[in-house]
């Protein structure tokens, strides 16, 4: 590999011309000189939490819908075959149903108290810093 791309992109000073910030600093700033950067951060990483907890939570209930799906086809289509005919097929469809269902619930509840535990999170930033707080509500 060349040596070359292993190091970072840097500032190069030149007389009268603006300078575009390195790679690595494009949108960030300095936390040492900017406290209210370091909460603005904070925020957006819970955000960012919050949004994929309720991804987690609308897989949840695909999966949940799924099974609810199969079984309404079986019962609307339940004339054309005989239960005791076809019982070796409905059994394992019925377990994998059963399975889908207790999956589906488990991802729902688990975004629920993910999404709880970052509502507090967020509380607790708007409380402790009052400039953040306008923001978000």
């Keep these: 590999m060349n040596p070359s ?3 970072p992109i840097s500032l190069q000073k030149s007389e ?3 300078v575009a910030p390195a790679l690595g600093d494009v949108g960030r700033s300095d936390s040492k000189t900017d406290p209210d950067a370091v909460i603005i951060d904070e925020a957006k990483l819970v955000l960012a939490e919050k949004r994929t907890a309720m991804a987690l939570m609308r897989t949840g209930i695909a ?3 799924v099974p609810l799906s199969v079984l309404s086809l079986l019962i609307a289509t339940s004339r054309y075959y005989d239960v005791v005919h076809v019982l070796h097929l409905i059994l394992p469809l019925a377990v994998l149903c059963v399975a889908l269902l207790v999956l589906g619930t488990h991802l729902v509840v688990r975004a629920l108290r993910q999404l709880r535990n970052y509502d507090r999170l967020i509380h607790r930033l708007k409380t402790q ?3 953040i707080g306008k923001f978000l509500k």
Excluded: I, N, R
């Design 5 to 7: 791309l292993k190091k």
């Design 16 to 18: 009268g011309a603006a």
């Design 63 to 65: 999966v949940f819908a």
């Design 129 to 131: 810093h009052s400039k």
